[in-house]
């Protein structure tokens, strides 16, 4: 059995997701690698960050996996939750 080369899957804006496995095509030279999922390893992702894939080529040009670069983003935080207006006893209730 071969021994898997393991690739890096992005989503499609090119966000690193988790690793994965490819194998060698059983009787090509080439490695069979995933959709949108690239040979280069990501940098340390610090905390409070993400690693995006940005390749000149499309996800389904043959190099894809390999002509890029890893870009370190900050993960933007929430939307801040609008305040709930408060209520004011109208004046039948008075």
Same mark, same amino acid.
């Given at each position: 059995?071969?021994?898997?080369?393991?690739?890096?899957?992005?989503?499609?804006?090119?966000?690193? +997701?988790?690793?994965?496995? !490819?194998?060698?095509?059983?009787?090509?030279?080439?490695?069979? /690698?995933?959709?949108?999922?690239?040979?280069?390893?990501?940098?340390?992702?610090?905390?409070?960050? +993400?690693?995006?894939?940005?390749?000149?080529?499309?996800?389904?040009?043959?190099?894809?996996?390999? /002509?890029?670069?890893?870009?370190?983003?900050?993960? &933007?935080?929430?939307?801040?939750? &609008?305040?709930?207006?408060?209520?004011?006893?109208?004046? !039948?209730?008075?």
């Amino acid at each position: 059995m071969t021994t898997p080369t393991i690739c890096y899957q992005t989503d499609d804006a090119g966000r690193y +997701l988790h690793e994965v496995e !490819a194998y060698p095509f059983p009787m090509e030279d080439r490695l069979n /690698v995933p959709f949108q999922a690239v040979q280069v390893a990501p940098p340390a992702i610090p905390e409070g960050h +993400l690693a995006r894939w940005v390749s000149p080529l499309p996800p389904v040009a043959a190099d894809y996996d390999t /002509v890029g670069d890893w870009v370190i983003e900050e993960i &933007p935080a929430p939307p801040a939750e &609008p305040d709930e207006p408060a209520e004011e006893e109208s004046p !039948a209730q008075a």
